[in-house]
């Protein structure tokens, strides 16, 4: 079955700077990689997500690239703020809404 | 806010006893997924129900089972409570063939 590994688990930066995090998956069939921010106690929100088709997708200050060859993407997030500080997942499925796997975490820290 | 609400909030069972937790979808959405959260984890695919039927299932015990209504509202039955089944249980509504997934809230169960 699919496997997604996430890094770093913590992660902490300055405000203003960038954050990166980075997942693998395992199964090439994974053709759907949502990112998720789960604020404490909080249901984890859908912030972007992008298809096998595309390379890279934006909005706003979040982006996130995808290299299917490597079978691996990453989430990008610049000027960051305090309220960006949540814990992120990353996740896979196939086509149809399939079962997410989800990696780990990472627990991301903006310092003021 | 999505439109995807789980009740209750929180829950306190003893072990060996069982447990229902509910959830509505999201209007528009037929498909609902379940996860269990252990703290400081991902959360874990449990089930998923399309059109009142069991649509894939995670790496769950059959004391773990679920039931989808015509309105697409969901139930998570857990029998013979174990002290590790405490746990955040969320559960997500998407449409199936579109990918996106919405979260509630959560139940925070736990096992005494």
């Known amino acids: 079955g699919e496997n997604v590994e996430q890094h770093p688990s913590t992660l902490s930066v300055q405000e203003g700077d960038s954050a990166v995090i980075k997942c693998t998956y395992s199964?090439?069939?994974?053709?759907?990689f949502p990112w998720y921010k789960q604020e404490l106690g909080k249901r984890p929100q859908l912030i972007i997500d992008?298809?096998?088709?595309?390379g890279e997708k934006k909005d706003q200050r979040i982006a996130v690239t995808l290299n299917k060859t490597a079978k691996h993407f990453s989430l990008h997030i610049t000027e960051t703020q305090p309220e960006d500080s949540a814990v992120y997942f990353c996740?896979?499925?196939?086509?149809?809404?399939?079962?997410?796997?989800f990696g780990p975490g990472t627990r991301l820290s903006v310092l003021p | 806010e999505t439109g995807v609400t789980q009740s209750p909030t929180h829950l306190i069972k003893t072990r060996g006893q069982q447990v229902t937790l509910r959830c509505s979808s999201q209007?528009?959405?037929?498909?609902v997924s379940w996860y269990q959260q252990a703290l400081g984890q991902g959360p874990q695919f449990i089930f998923q129900?399309?059109?009142?039927?069991?649509?894939g299932r995670g790496n769950f015990p059959p004391r773990f089972s679920g039931l989808q209504f015509p309105n697409y509202s969901s139930e998570l039955n857990v029998n013979a409570l174990e002290l590790d089944d405490s746990a955040l249980y969320l559960c997500?509504?998407?449409?199936?063939?579109?990918?996106?997934?919405?979260f509630g809230q959560g139940t925070r169960l736990t096992v005494v």
């Open positions: 997500a509504s998407s449409l199936r063939g579109n990918t996106e997934a919405f």
């Open positions: 199964d090439s069939a994974s053709n759907y």
């Open positions: 992008i298809r096998s088709n595309v």
């Open positions: 996740a896979a499925s196939g086509s149809y809404g399939q079962n997410f796997v």
């Open positions: 209007s528009g959405h037929n498909t």
């Open positions: 129900y399309y059109r009142e039927e069991e649509n």
